[in-house]
């Protein structure tokens, strides 16, 4: 990192560059050129988490930003640099409308429509058909929908029970919908999902969802313990500070809870 007072070094613009696939502004304000070397060559160079796994975290950071230029680029350079494919992209928009806000996903979505066709009208190739929504991979059947549901909401949260199907909210989002298809749904993988959602939760102020979704993380291991301390850093860079503290206290408690459950379930198998 550049420290007060000392020339730019230039390695952030060429990782700018390498991350967001187009030149940085020619802007030699202190915040900028600190910003490049700061997020750009050093916290997205870290070695904890792939470039990957940080588009994963950056995405949802800057769809709730509310600032049109950082959410323009980073749909762009994902999808420029074949980092995240359009099917997991458009996936991706639907996990954060669930966790992130349906209005919010709806301005996210239009940028990726138009940031994907702006891509190949750079190649000059022409824009390829949209997947199929039908079939889907999940029941239709509605009793059988909800039990997959609730089976899916016990895997994923790591918890012995699932909620009860007596309200609209429970049984129609959470059971139907949310863990009966879209955590099912097969263009994002569980990790991928995991990145999303840990992120999005802290940004949000709704104290058991960062709670429960920073356990499930850890406890089922799609997340380790160094990769989530990496989360926190790269969303801390995105999204600030404030809440990535608030967020590495959660994960502080949780990784002492993860831990003794492991250890009791060690104690118990031998």
């Known amino acids: 990192m550049t420290t007060s007072g000392s020339p730019p070094t230039g390695r952030g613009r060429q990782a700018f560059a390498e991350i967001m696939t187009f030149p940085a502004a020619a802007d030699a304000t202190p915040a900028a050129e600190h910003l490049l070397d700061f997020v750009f060559a050093d916290v997205w160079q870290r ?14 950071c800057v769809a709730d930003a509310d600032a049109d230029e950082p959410l323009r680029d980073h749909v762009y350079a994902a999808l420029n640099s074949g980092d995240v494919s359009i099917t997991e992209m458009r996936e991706t928009v639907l996990h954060f409308a669930v966790y992130g806000g349906w209005p919010k996903a709806s301005r996210f979505n239009m940028v990726v429509d138009q940031e994907w066709e702006r891509i190949h009208q750079q190649r000059g190739t022409p824009m390829p058909a949209p997947e199929p929504l039908l079939p889907l991979t999940t029941p239709s059947d509605p009793e059988e929908r909800l039990t997959v549901g609730e089976r899916s909401f016990r895997d994923i949260n790591c918890l012995p029970f699932a909620p009860a199907r007596d309200d609209p909210f429970q049984g129609a989002g959470i059971l139907n919908f949310v863990f009966g298809e879209m955590w099912m749904r097969p263009g994002l993988g569980m990790r991928e999902r995991r990145l999303i959602t840990v992120a999005c939760v802290a940004f949000q102020d709704a104290p058991y969802p960062i709670l429960s979704h920073v356990y499930a993380a850890l406890k ?15 969303f801390a860079a995105h999204y600030g500070w404030p809440k990535a503290s608030h967020l590495d206290r959660v994960a502080a408690e949780q990784k002492q809870r993860v831990s003794a459950e492991w250890a009791a379930e060690a104690t118990a198998a031998s």
Not at 47 to 60: A, C, G, N, S, Y
């Open 47 to 60: 070695p904890e988490l792939t470039r990957r796994d940080r588009r994963f975290i950056t995405l949802p």
């Open 220 to 234: 089922s291991r799609d997340v380790s313990f160094g990769e989530m301390d990496e989360l926190i850093l790269h």
